[in-house]
């Protein structure tokens, strides 16, 4: 009974959603476990180019169920947007199924986000500004509330009543703002409840029944790695864990379960909003990477900063996750760069390092060392097999999967789904 966990590597963004595409033509179940629509992910098939926020990439299955998990921080509105926009395109979201565990992002949530960022300062995190951090602030202090919630018109009132009161008093007394008004945001829910009403669900029934059955289970990552909670560059995170441990307690599936870990590496190295970045281009090369691919948020539209390969950032992402194989997208993207670095090691204070720094004003003093390799100018994007590979991307490939300490199942060319080498490396 297989259980993939697929899990960004990096800041994110590092193409993901292509690779829960791909295997979600073998999963029965595939899972968002954590995050909420500060997630964005690209999938280009057949039926077209989508732009996922909650919805799971295995929902262009028919036969795959998915799962919006008890992990996940879900807006309503943003989900029944993207239902709509889907069923606009023919694409059926009958299989979706909620948690009712999942919380609840309320309109007061985003509205904190901007106000926390903006009391924040130079010191701003640059959030998605989508309510995701206040979302689980509440939960973890124990006020928020659930999507089973809105299945129960008077528990749900009774709880917002309870939040709205409690919000206010910050909103006036701390920020100088108007309050807010619990009846409008009862009305606006309990109107979402009549259409997301029949996806809710108890969903551990539903994981323990296809795990007792032997089906695949496919956990969609949110996010990175490196902005993981607790293993990222904090605080300039996201605020959920977006490791492979996370993804399984964000579902609700043991760890013994798990079958197979994989970390999805962009070929170079992107990052949007605040915090260090040792490889970051701040150049004509950052430039053109980020012109070539099209690096600006799925969720956010802002630029991406985008910088080389990061094999020290990598490593830390192989030991807190333990990857069994690498996927490595957007290769072409590099395809007519005279040269290609990756960092395989920081300097600071005069010592070579190989390891990432948990103190951000350290990581932000280190200065990456590089390994320079000729490029390949040629396009890769027909390569269909690793022997189609020039042998610069090849050597190129091979010192990321050194550089990360695990080898590299999937070799992503292109936007496309077929536009994916399996060097066979996959378990
Ligand atoms: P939040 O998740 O909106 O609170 O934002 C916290 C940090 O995580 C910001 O730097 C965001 O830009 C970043 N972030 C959150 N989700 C993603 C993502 O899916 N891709 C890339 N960056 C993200």
Request: hydrophobic letters at 35%.
């Amino acid at each position: 009974m297989p259980v993939l966990a697929v899990v960004g590597g990096q800041w994110g963004d590092e193409g993901k959603g292509k690779i829960i595409d791909l295997l979600a033509g073998r999963a029965h179940v595939v899972v968002r476990a954590q995050g909420g629509d500060n997630a964005g992910h690209t999938v280009v098939n057949p039926r077209g180019k989508f732009a996922l926020h909650l919805v799971p990439a295995g929902i262009f299955n028919e036969q795959t169920r998915c799962l919006i998990g008890p992990g996940v921080a879900l807006n309503p509105e943003v989900l029944l947007g993207e239902m709509d926009a889907l069923a606009a395109r023919g694409v059926s979201t009958d299989n979706l199924v909620i948690s009712a565990r999942a919380h609840l992002v309320l309109p007061y949530h985003p509205m904190f986000d901007h106000l926390d960022e903006e009391s924040r300062g130079s010191a701003a995190i640059g959030t998605t500004g989508r309510g995701i951090g206040p979302t689980y602030a509440d939960k973890v202090g124990r006020v928020g509330i659930v999507a089973g919630d809105l299945l129960h018109p008077d528990r749900f009132r009774a709880k917002v009543k309870l939040a709205v009161d409690r919000k206010n008093v910050q909103l006036e007394r701390v920020y100088g703002k108007p309050p807010i008004n619990a009846d409008e945001i009862v009305t606006t829910y309990l109107g979402h409840a009549s259409r997301l009403g029949r996806y809710i669900a108890e969903s551990e029934p539903i994981l323990e029944q296809a795990l007792r059955e032997g089906r695949t289970i496919l956990l969609e990552g949110g996010h990175g790695t490196l902005l993981d909670l607790d293993h990222g560059t904090y605080p300039y995170v996201t605020s959920t864990s977006c490791t492979v441990g996370g993804l399984l307690n964000g579902a609700g599936i043991g760890p013994r379960h798990l079958t197979t870990a994989i970390g999805v590496f962009k070929a170079y190295q992107s990052r949007v909003g605040g915090g260090p970045m040792p490889t970051e281009l701040v150049d004509e090369t950052g430039d053109h990477i980020r012109d070539v691919g099209h690096e600006y948020g799925t969720t956010t539209g802002r630029p991406r900063r985008v910088g080389w390969f990061d094999a020290v950032a990598a490593r830390h992402s192989m030991m807190v996750n333990g990857f069994h194989s690498i996927a490595v997208t957007r290769l072409d993207i590099l395809d007519d760069m005279d040269e290609v670095q990756v960092c395989l090691g920081y300097e600071i204070d005069g010592q070579r390092i190989d390891y990432l720094p948990s103190q951000i004003e350290d990581l932000a003093r280190c200065r990456p060392i590089y390994e320079g390799m000729p490029g390949w100018r040629t396009s890769t994007g027909d390569a269909q097999d690793w022997r189609d590979l020039p042998k610069e991307a090849q050597s190129f490939v091979r010192t990321i999967e050194e550089g990360v300490g695990a080898p590299a199942g999937l070799i992503g060319v292109g936007q496309e789904r077929e536009k994916t080498i399996f060097t066979g490396a996959l378990p």
